[in-house]
């Protein structure tokens, strides 16, 4: 359990160990087992943990640090009861203990009575000599009851104690967003920018708020600068790239998003993005193999396969595509884009069935785009299926009431099965609304002559 720990960097692990091993009982000071059990809980191991607070409270049976440990433990094991009960039991020796309005707020806070708990961090905040915690935890308690202004106070007052409290930074940030107080947000990064010139988090979390509010140029110095002050900061890189696209610079973009790969594992985010500039350039055998490479690292990666699946279908090599949307489901079942992608390239190969698979699915899963039930009917109507094509339009109207190119499909499987004076009765409400498919207009070209 401390193989890497050496008896001379802590010799009270060492020396517990040795008593769990030999089952002697031996002697350790408060402060020894305070730090055992420290230790245990830091590693969160929590029955090793539970046997020291339970050795130490036997050696210092009225030792209030061990105690306020032990109520810890109870309330990692939301034992509320017997946490409160043992608070009790420690206020009575020390009624203005800090630890104990903290937990005493932790027991409210799990139990969702987020204004109890902030009470208790108030009464904490009278006692304490370092109040960022408290002001971190009210500002969280606040956050729960979505009063953002409140809580944006109390994240306020520790960024400005602690520039490099990042998590109480973006807590503030996040307050401001609910707020929409873009300005606001600006103005407080500025002021941190001020006392730490070279914070890559204010510079990177800065470049982004001005994206937001469209001001590109200021946004792409600030990821310079974050770049500047941590030259791996693979975040910056990244944001820069995207923005560089975004402003159509996309040579730059791409050395952007390739100099992010030196300082991180392969990526297949930073891959697609890649992908994705030089098909804006025209390299389309380069951006095919990065689309590749990004699939490669992450097999459901969902934009990657539909970049690829598009580029295939633009270029009309629905062989090839079918190969690969084929593949994508695999690992992407539930994607109903895909499931899109699928039908669109199966009904330009003249595979019906599996158009009307793909459109079926896409359906299921939610997606009714008028697209998927036309595609559907025509699948069916073009293997001379009317009935069911017949009935797929019927449900298609409970979501696209009085639309056109579902009607006029609707006409011509009546039509078809020889209900020609309703089918007219319908096309004549549409005609004028209606232009013929090409795929279909040859089903039952009859019914524009009647």
């Known amino acids: ?114 204004l109890k708990a902030i009470e208790f961090l108030k009464k904490a905040l009278e006692v304490t000599d370092e109040p960022s915690e ?19 106070d109390f994240f306020y007052k520790c960024v400005k104690e602690n520039s490099h409290d990042y998590q109480s930074l973006y807590n503030l940030l996040y307050c401001y967003e609910q707020l929409g107080e873009d ?17 890559e988090v204010a510079w990177h979390q800065l470049g982004k708020i001005y994206i937001k509010i469209n001001k590109l140029e200021e946004a792409l110095s600030a990821f310079e600068f974050a770049i500047i002050s941590d030259d791996c900061f693979t975040g910056a890189y990244i944001e820069k790239g995207n923005l560089l696209e975004q402003m159509g610079r996309l040579n730059e973009a791409i050395d952007n998003f390739e100099f992010s790969l030196n300082f991180t594992d392969p990526s ?44 295939l279908i633009d270029t009309k090599d629905f062989l090839k595509a079918q190969h690969y949307v084929n593949k994508a489901l695999q690992s992407n079942s539930d994607n109903t884009d895909l ?6 390239i199966h009904f330009e190969l003249n595979y019906y069935e599996e158009t009307a698979v793909g459109c079926e699915t896409a359906i299921n899963l939610g997606n009714h785009d008028i697209q998927n039930w036309t595609m559907w009917m025509d699948s069916l109507m073009l293997v001379n299926d009317w009935q069911s094509a017949l009935k797929i339009g019927e449900q298609a109207l409970q979501y696209h009431k009085k639309n056109a190119p579902i009607l006029y499909r609707i006409a011509g499987c009546k039509f078809r099965l020889g209900d020609q004076n309703e089918a007219q009765l319908i096309f004549n409400q549409i005609k004028n609304e209606i232009k013929i498919p090409r795929n279909i207009n040859h089903l039952f070209p009859e019914l524009i002559k009647l």
């Open 1 to 114: 359990m401390f193989d890497n720990l050496s008896e001379d960097t802590n010799p009270s692990l060492t020396k517990f160990e040795q008593m769990l091993k030999t089952n002697q009982v031996l002697f350790f000071d408060a402060l020894e087992f305070e730090n055992i059990i420290h230790h245990y809980i830091d590693f969160a191991q929590f029955n090793l943990a539970k046997k020291a607070i339970k050795m130490g409270m036997e050696q210092h049976p009225q030792n209030v640090e061990l105690m306020l440990l032990k109520s810890e433990i109870l309330l990692m094991d939301d034992d509320f009861k017997k946490a409160e009960d043992m608070l009790n039991i420690i206020e009575k020796i020390s009624p203005e203990h800090e630890e104990i309005f903290l937990q005493r707020s932790n027991i409210s806070s799990k139990k969702k009575d987020h």
């Open 183 to 199: 300005i606001e947000a600006i103005n407080t990064l500025n002021n941190l920018l001020e006392i730490n010139p070279y914070s």
């Open 268 to 311: 297949a985010f930073v891959n697609h993005k890649i992908g994705v500039c030089h098909l804006k350039l025209g390299n389309d055998k380069l951006a095919i193999r990065y689309f590749e490479e990004s699939i490669k690292l992450e097999p459901n990666h969902e934009k990657s396969w539909l970049a690829l699946i598009d580029f």
């Open 339 to 344: 499931w899109k992608k699928s039908a669109l």
């Open 134 to 152: 408290i002001w971190n935890l009210l500002g969280m308690e606040y956050l729960f009851l979505e009063d953002y202004i409140k809580a944006k």
